[in-house]
């Protein structure tokens, strides 16, 4: 058996942050740090026991209307900008270009060569995915 990509970050991508937070505080005793990405969409660091464990993005019209709440899997890269040209390049398809998350890392969303989408992440050197990338 091999092994599955250690490096990742979850992110539930929502209409509802507020119930959201409410829910994953609750049933999983995460804590929730706000912070804005540079297009001032809101953005929470969810964490445990200190630790980041995921995020938080709120789903805003008109940009991502019709798009239902959903978890988005990011894997780690080493270089976000080279991991986008190569996506191109590859038959797959950049869905959105990478953002600056603070204390997080650059994130991209991108589709494969067969149109499965996949979140990118070049982890921030605070990040703990960092440590271990």
Known sequence: ??????????????????????????????????????????????????????????????????????WMTYLSVEDIDAAEAATSTSGGEVMRPPVAVPGVGKLAVVTDATGAMIGLIEPDSAHVLSVVH
Not at 1 to 29: D, I, S, V
Not at 31 to 48: Q, V
């Open 1 to 70: 058996m091999t092994m599955p990509q250690r490096h990742w970050w979850h992110e539930l991508n929502t209409w509802e942050p507020e119930a959201a937070l409410a829910f994953y505080g609750r049933t999983l005793g995460w804590e929730f740090e706000p912070t804005s990405l540079p297009d001032g969409s809101g953005y929470w660091i969810a964490r445990k026991d200190g630790k980041p464990v995921g995020g938080v993005f709120e789903l805003t019209a008109p940009e991502y209307e019709g798009i239902p709440s959903h």
